[in-house]
């Protein structure tokens, strides 16, 4: 396959809409795999998205026309899965398992579209939210995060020259060069890509995917983009999130519901998948509560994805538990995710290797690290940290507290609600960069 000349394409940008989401596909695994779950067991609860800018500093609105983001949204609204992409899901084996989407959750899937959107301005920020059953709502987490991030991308490249733009493209294509250089000299290292929500663009995710695959040859595991994995002959990888939690948290009507929900979700998701999907996200309320309160079943779990804790001291916790329960970490693995640059994941595998298996999904400093790159100085190409998070379930206000405060999301007396049942334990504040 001929390889775009991504900066000849920008250049040449003359058409009236070029879609940003071309494909249902261009989206997270976890994201198809939670859907299954929801589809299956909770099809009657609603679940609101709720787009937040982190980077107060950045205004979005000033940044990207209203106009065409809702172009955008709109085009994403007239998408459908193919025949391609449907026979692909369920003929393919993931995770050493075929047909692991269900024939009547295909089914179902050839008719989904994304629901309607509501859309406002207010102080130089956008509020866009996705209400609507959870299992239809639940799939614009990524093509909204994407929509805006490209468009944010076009909107800081749309003044520069044919010859600026090749300078740019070669700049930011030798710095993740040399960041693969440096992680192929890591023997025995797991990368996948986890950038597919705060990319630059589609293009320029596509781009590293394939330079991973050249250039870290096996070390390079798969992606989460569904598509990519699907164009490349790749794995798609993930498993959960966040949003499982908190909607079953948001729902329960006791403490001891709320206190129980973590672990609600992880039996319900074993009855619907099993073997190297059985990966734990223990943060939503925190890693020390959750590893305080966790049945012993859950040692038995193939590993851990600790999210927003630093990774060495975070993953040092979990080694500490399992070898409580009596597991040996050899046999376990970590997952590490959060922020990660080259330099993390370094650091992170030289401290752990030989304590445990890990893999590193390796995100926004993957697909849209673009500092320094400009020939011009600007700051509108560096990323942000840009979440859709689910914000209510059934009406009910939804709260994630994590082990990073300064990414807690919710109602301010909810958090504290939360707060006074999970305990603040384990909990430390770090500047959130993307």
């Known amino acids: 396959m001929a390889r775009t000349d991504i900066a000849r394409r920008v250049y040449n940008h003359t058409w009236k809409l070029d879609p940003i989401v071309r494909s249902l596909l261009d989206t997270d695994f976890y994201k198809l795999l939670m859907l299954q779950m929801i589809w299956g067991m909770y099809p009657k609860v609603d679940a609101t998205f709720t787009l937040i800018n982190r980077t107060t500093s950045v205004r979005l609105a000033d940044e990207i026309d209203e106009g065409e983001l809702r172009e955008q949204l709109d085009h994403a609204r007239t998408l459908r899965f193919t025949k391609k992409e449907m026979i692909w899901l369920g003929g393919n084996t993931f995770y050493g398992r075929k047909q692991i989407f269900e024939p009547e959750f295909l089914a179902w899937l050839e008719d989904f579209r994304l629901p309607d959107y509501e859309l406002s ?21 990524i093509p909204a995060l994407a929509i805006i991030n490209e468009l944010r991308s076009r909107a800081a490249m749309r003044s520069f020259g044919q010859f600026a733009l090749d300078v740019l493209y070669a700049r930011a294509k030798a710095k993740m060069w040399a960041k693969t250089e440096r992680l192929k000299a890591l023997p025995g290292i797991r990368i996948s890509d986890f950038g597919t929500r705060r990319r630059h663009s589609f293009l320029w995710q596509r781009w590293c995917v394939e330079a991973l695959k050249e250039g870290i040859g096996e070390a390079f595991t798969g992606t989460s983009n569904v598509l990519l994995a699907m164009d490349n002959d790749l794995e798609a990888l993930g498993t959960n ?28 998701w074993q009855r619907y998948y099993g073997g190297n999907l059985l990966i734990v996200l223990p943060d939503t309320f925190g890693t020390a509560a959750f590893l305080r309160d966790a049945p012993d079943w859950i040692a038995d779990w193939t590993g851990f994805r600790p999210d927003s804790a630093p990774p060495i001291e975070g993953g040092e916790k979990i080694l500490s538990w399992w070898r409580e329960k009596g597991k040996d970490p050899k046999q376990k693995l970590l997952i590490f995710s959060d922020g990660l640059e080259v330099e993390t994941i370094e650091e992170t595998y030289k401290h752990f290797r030989g304590k445990v298996r890990m893999s590193f999904g390796w995100g926004t400093n993957l697909t849209n690290d673009f500092e320094g790159c400009a020939p011009t100085e600007t700051s509108s190409l560096d990323a942000i940290s840009l979440v859709c998070k689910v914000s209510e379930a059934n009406g009910r206000p939804a709260v994630k507290l994590s082990d990073n405060p300064a990414k807690s999301t919710g109602d301010e007396k909810e958090i504290k609600r939360y707060l006074r049942i999970f305990g603040e334990k384990g909990r430390v504040e770090q500047l959130v960069k993307v």
Not at 132 to 137: D, E, K
Not at 241 to 266: C, D, G, I, T
């Open 121 to 141: 301005k207010r102080d130089g920020q956008y509020e866009l939210s996705f209400p609507g059953p959870w299992m239809y709502t639940t799939l614009w987490e």
């Open 241 to 268: 999130a966040h949003e499982l939690p908190m909607v079953f948290a948001a729902l329960a009507n006791s403490v001891e519901e709320l206190r129980q929900a973590p672990y609600k979700v992880l039996q319900d």
